[in-house]
Nanobody, 124 residues
Framework: QVHVVESGGGLVQAGDSLRLSCAAS????????MGWFRQVPGKEREFVAAIHKTGGSTYYADSVKGRFTISRDNAKNTLYLQMNSLKPEDTAVYYC?????????????????WGQGTQVSVTS
């Protein structure tokens, strides 16, 4: 299995940028496709972005397309989420998740391992 830990959250103003990191340990990082999700209190956890095991393909939620970029450094066992042009509605706890398998998935139930989350707050 793999253990993932998020970092990089914080309080920023609208229009600012932030980069989240997710450090993985345990089983070989390249065994997992990875994703980012986010959750606001009282709402379901929603998909943000996903990346293939090799990093060769990515997929984004419409709400973040063109503003967020998911990437991974397999040599460093680390997943990233570069967030630009942040909006107040991006405020949430952001979670890193890993799934065994080849395809990109948007359904949280298809992910096997989760981090504890990191808070991102965007003020207007």
């Amino acid at each position: 299995q793999v253990h993932v830990v998020e970092s990089g959250g914080g309080l920023v103003q609208a229009g600012d940028s932030l980069r989240l990191s997710c450090a993985a340990s345990g089983r070989t990082f390249t065994s997992y496709a990875m994703g980012w999700f986010r959750q606001v209190p009282g709402k379901e956890r929603e998909f943000v972005a996903a990346i293939h095991k090799t990093g060769g393909s990515t997929y984004y939620a419409d709400s973040v397309k063109g503003r967020f970029t998911i990437s991974r450094d397999n040599a460093k066992n680390t997943l990233y989420l570069q967030m630009n042009s942040l909006k107040p509605e991006d405020t949430a706890v952001y979670y890193c998740a890993a799934r065994e398998g080849w395809g990109l998935r948007t359904n949280r139930d298809e992910y096997d391992y989760w981090g504890q989350g990191t808070q991102v707050s965007v003020t207007s």
